[in-house]
């Protein structure tokens, strides 16, 4: 294994165990009691202190942080929701099964938008198609995601009866589902959590489109008879993606997050819907361990882009060795 790669993991291992201390931390400060919310305001003192020492809630937080990070590392457990008495690991993997392949269709649809929408405009550039997508890039960072949904809804689902408005059928036929109307179900908040990362990295795609067009080596290859298409997607789209590499890393985060708002509006049984009912309940233990989920997802994509890096452009690895 390379020292490139090994510096990676080494900073990956350190990132991970950061973001645990992070998320307990911030959730050790919120105020509110858990076994108070559970058992009610009219609830007996006698009743909540019995129940917080059920839950563990006297122990001390480092007590807590300790118990939980062996729980997952030692034996991939997670705890027992407060508000549901279930597994919080069952829950979670419930949930993902909706949360996962929504932030892969909205990733999907920002890529393809994106990067055919910058090409096109670094090819065109300050005529009317490049003015163009970059009035309307400008216009898709401007728009709310939560209000672009529902402008959506009104025209696919109201007007033209398209696309449901909500609710998800589930992946299994016998479910009353199926692969197909799951998908249906997706493609609206997908959509409206592509918009806005489509515009962006439409936008950044354009910049570095243009500054390797620039190049030397783009001149040559035309020279030498390469069609403008194969300069443009062959050789200038590769030297430009690591500025592009960077901003899907961070958008993936970015759609991560915006299914919590989304999952919502389209009444999606999500991660997101459950981060957001668990935060009402104060079911800490849920929120505790679906953020953190959420952080290592980000994080090792991350480090995943990072590796593409050196894949795309070995003097990167040579310079950090």
Same mark, same amino acid.
């Given at each position: 294994?390379?020292?490139?790669?090994?510096?990676?993991?080494?900073?990956?291992?350190?990132?991970?165990?950061?973001?645990?201390?992070?998320?307990?931390?911030?959730?050790?400060?919120?105020?509110?009691?858990?076994?108070?919310?559970?058992?009610?305001?009219?609830?007996?003192?006698?009743?909540?202190?019995?129940?917080?020492?059920?839950?563990?809630?006297?122990?001390?937080?480092?007590?807590?942080?300790?118990?939980?990070?062996?729980?997952?590392?030692?034996?991939?457990?997670?705890?027992?929701?407060?508000?549901?008495?279930?597994?919080?690991?069952?829950?979670?993997?419930?949930? &993902?099964?909706?949360?996962?392949? $929504? /932030?892969? #269709?909205?990733? @999907?649809?920002?890529?393809? %938008?994106?990067? !055919? =929408?910058?090409?096109?405009?670094?090819?065109?550039?300050?005529?009317?198609?490049?003015?163009?997508?970059?009035?309307?890039?400008?216009?898709?960072?401007?728009?709310?995601?939560?209000?672009?949904?529902?402008?959506?809804?009104?025209?696919?689902?109201?007007?033209?009866?398209?696309?449901?408005?909500?609710?998800?059928?589930?992946?299994?036929?016998?479910?009353?589902?199926?692969?197909?109307?799951?998908?249906?179900?997706? &493609?609206?908040?997908?959509?409206? $959590? /592509?918009? #806005?990362?489509? @515009?962006?990295?439409?936008? %950044?795609?354009? !910049? =570095?489109?243009?500054?390797?067009?620039?190049?030397?080596?783009?001149?040559?290859?035309?020279?030498?008879?390469?069609?403008?298409?194969?300069?443009?997607?062959?050789?200038?789209?590769?030297?430009?993606?690591?500025?592009?590499?960077?901003?899907?890393?961070?958008?993936?985060?970015?759609?991560?997050?915006?299914?919590?708002?989304?999952?919502?509006?389209?009444?999606?049984?999500?991660?997101?819907?459950?981060?957001?009912?668990?935060?009402?309940?104060?079911? $800490?233990?849920? #929120?505790?361990? @679906?953020?953190?989920?959420?952080?290592?997802?980000?994080?090792?994509?991350?480090?995943?882009?990072?590796?593409?890096?050196?894949?795309?452009?070995?003097?990167?690895?040579?310079?950090?060795?």
């Amino acid at each position: 294994m390379s020292l490139f790669l090994l510096k990676r993991i080494a900073t990956l291992i350190a990132t991970l165990l950061a973001a645990s201390l992070l998320v307990f931390g911030v959730l050790e400060v919120l105020p509110g009691n858990a076994a108070q919310l559970l058992m009610g305001p009219d609830a007996a003192p006698e009743a909540v202190a019995a129940l917080a020492a059920k839950l563990g809630l006297n122990d001390s937080a480092w007590s807590r942080y300790g118990d939980w990070m062996a729980g997952l590392l030692l034996r991939g457990d997670m705890g027992l929701s407060y508000a549901y008495s279930t597994p919080v690991a069952e829950l979670i993997a419930e949930r &993902l099964a909706l949360t996962v392949p $929504l /932030a892969l #269709v909205a990733m @999907a649809l920002t890529t393809g %938008i994106a990067l !055919s =929408a910058g090409v096109f405009a670094a090819a065109r550039h300050n005529r009317a198609g490049d003015i163009g997508i970059m009035g309307l890039s400008q216009l898709g960072i401007a728009v709310p995601n939560f209000w672009f949904a529902i402008l959506l809804i009104l025209l696919f689902s109201v007007h033209l009866q398209w696309l449901p408005a909500g609710g998800f059928p589930g992946w299994r036929e016998d479910d009353g589902g199926g692969f197909w109307p799951a998908l249906q179900a997706l &493609l609206l908040p997908a959509a409206s $959590l /592509a918009v #806005v990362q489509a @515009a962006i990295l439409a936008r %950044i795609t354009r !910049s =570095a489109m243009l500054e390797v067009l620039r190049e030397d080596f783009v001149r040559s290859a035309r020279a030498k008879g390469l069609s403008r298409r194969g300069a443009l997607w062959g050789h200038a789209l590769r030297n430009a993606m690591i500025p592009v590499l960077t901003v899907m890393g961070l958008q993936f985060a970015n759609l991560l997050a915006g299914t919590i708002v989304v999952e919502n509006v389209f009444y999606l049984p999500g991660l997101g819907r459950l981060i957001f009912q668990a935060i009402a309940n104060r079911d $800490l233990i849920v #929120v505790r361990n @679906a953020v953190l989920l959420l952080a290592v997802m980000v994080i090792v994509v991350n480090f995943v882009v990072d590796v593409l890096y050196a894949w795309i452009d070995p003097r990167i690895k040579a310079n950090d060795l």
